[in-house]
């Protein structure tokens, strides 16, 4: 393959939609290969924005902006980052002989649960939840008797976990209704899903090319209201249920198309796997892969793009932990414990120009033997000023 360096007439370009913290680890990757990085997100001085080549701000909702940009641009790769993307730009761009990683029917049946879950369960045949898509309170009254409590109760479209919550009984499905509606993303529909008792849940980060596809070790993972805490890898299982976990996650991606890497989310219980979602991007839960693995999902990423070898190898145990923001700020300020720096641990702080609370503003990554249990402990010693 022919490598060139950025801001040429010959360049090879990516345009990022989105430029959070995991855009920004794409676009180091990119940037190390010697691809010019152009990072697009809808505020100023996102984390991906620091490290590109050239940056934009647009609505990226907005089919007209989102087309303008990349008709300027002319990137040979486009690369969703985030699902808050006008589908229809996607799908224009497609047509106009542009690169949508890992396409743009990929992105429109990710981006969108109902979408997903049909294709999975229905058109796949994948082993899945119960649900029921619902448009107003009545409704999800209706799907939630016929699906028994707990359920899940999800917009059909939000990011990061957003307006996701789990109704107990009848009293807790007006505020779960409020919860989903107020969420970002598309919650003008609700999919109420069985909440299924897994032992445990995983990340099986996937990348595809034309030509191969390969499996990083699983990662095992804790969410609280649908956002990741902690993360780990690899997640202990037994062979059976890797084998299967590798089977489902090679059937949507196969099923999707295109290269790049997925982030596929499943439920474990005994050896069955049930899939839960799938995206078509790296994923929050992989960022431990940036201490576990000799190319992180980022890297890996980036090889699928541009039809690299996707080979790697694995270091050995390892964890993450997400530092979220407990305050409003505008000149956020963390005071790290030095002994977060060690000879296996150290923190990423992404670089968001403003902390709000809940945000998620830095991770600390640990390798050996015990990992997890050090990551909870050393992210306790990262705080706002």
């Known amino acids: 393959m022919m490598f060139t360096t950025p801001l040429k007439s010959n360049s090879t370009k990516i345009l990022l939609l989105g430029s959070g913290e995991l855009g920004k680890e794409v676009a180091i990757e990119a940037n190390r290969l010697g691809v010019e990085v152009v990072a697009v997100d809808n505020y100023e001085n996102a984390p991906a924005h620091l490290v590109a080549n050239k940056s934009y701000v647009i609505d990226m909702q907005n089919k007209d902006e989102v087309l303008e940009v990349i008709r300027r641009e002319k990137p040979d790769y486009i690369l969703p980052e985030i699902e808050a993307i006008s589908i229809e730009a996607l799908f224009e761009a497609e047509k106009e002989g542009f690169n949508v990683i890992p396409n743009a029917e990929a992105v429109n049946k990710t981006m969108n649960r109902k979408n997903i879950r049909v294709f999975a369960a229905e058109e796949l045949g994948l082993k899945t939840s119960a649900y029921k898509f619902v448009k107003s309170f009545e409704e999800l009254e209706e799907a939630s008797k016929e699906i028994g409590f707990p359920c899940v109760i999800k917009p059909v479209m939000s990011s990061s976990g957003h307006g996701q919550s789990i109704a107990r009984s009848e009293d807790d499905l ?20 069985e909440f299924v ?19 990083c070790e699983p990662i095992g993972h804790v969410q609280k209201d ?8 690899p997640m202990q299982m037994s062979d059976v249920a890797i084998e299967k976990a590798k089977e489902v996650a090679k059937k949507i991606t196969d099923g999707l198309g295109g290269r790049g890497i ?10 069955e796997i049930f899939f839960s979602e799938v995206s078509p991007r790296p994923h929050d839960t992989g960022m431990v892969t940036m201490i576990t693995q000799s190319q992180s999902e980022f890297a890996i990423h980036v090889r699928a ?56 503003m830095a991770v600390v990554l640990t390798f ?9 402990e050393l992210i306790e010693r990262v705080e706002e000023e």
Do not use: C, M
């Open 262 to 271: 997925f982030g596929v989310e499943l439920f474990v219980k005994d050896d």
């Open 368 to 376: 050996g033997q015990g990992s997890q249990d050090r990551a909870k």
């Open 197 to 215: 008792p897994f032992d445990y849940e995983i990340t099986l980060l996937t990348a595809r090319t034309e030509n191969e596809t390969v499996f």
């Open 174 to 193: 007006e505020a779960s209704w409020e919860e989903a509606k107020e969420a970002r993303g598309d919650a003008s529909e609700l999919i109420v899903e």
């Open 305 to 360: 793009v541009l039809g690299l070898p996707l080979g790697f190898i694995f270091y050995g145990e390892g964890a993450s932990a997400a530092y979220k923001s407990t305050k409003e700020s505008v000149k956020p300020t963390f005071k790290v414990d030095e002994t977060v720096f060690s000879e296996n641990s150290f923190l990423r702080i992404f670089g968001k120009p403003e902390s709000h609370k809940g945000r998620r």
């Open 226 to 233: 649908g956002d990741y805490i902690y993360s780990w890898q």
